[in-house]
């Protein structure tokens, strides 16, 4: 089994800023895209921001220069660092990750999704 395990969520002020990090732990053979998504109160969930295991990366247009994604392949983890925080950036922010695992003599990706933080930025 895969787990995703959240940290780094709270409260801050507008203009402030939080990093989110994501670790995933479990028999894994490798980690392909990971990503962070949000759910704000009465909206769909939506893609945050993603990053190969390359490294390339997209954004969300709404949070273009304020957050960076990163990762750590050796500690399959993934990071959300959060910059020039908004009000309109309050939701629960949700880590997703494509797991290579083994199972009958084969590798095979599965995709995991982690419980959530929640991040409330106040005016």
């Known amino acids: 089994q895969v787990q995703l395990v959240e940290s780094g969520g709270g409260l801050v002020q507008a203009g402030g800023s939080l990093r989110l990090s994501c670790a995933a732990s479990g028999t894994i053979f490798g980690i392909n895209d990971m990503g962070w998504y949000r759910q704000a109160p009465g909206k769909q969930r939506e893609l945050v921001a993603a990053?190969?295991?390359?490294?390339?990366?997209k954004y969300a247009d709404s949070v273009k220069g304020r957050f960076t994604i990163t990762r750590d392949n050796a500690k399959n983890t993934v990071y959300l660092q959060m910059n020039s925080l908004k009000p309109e950036d309050t939701a629960v922010y949700y880590c997703?990750?494509?797991?290579?695992?083994?199972?009958?003599?084969?590798?095979?990706?599965?995709?995991?999704w982690g419980k959530g933080t929640l991040v409330t930025v106040s005016s």
């Open positions: 997703n990750a494509d797991a290579r695992r083994y199972s009958g003599g084969y590798y095979f990706s599965s995709n995991y």
């Open positions: 990053i190969t295991s390359g490294g390339s990366t």
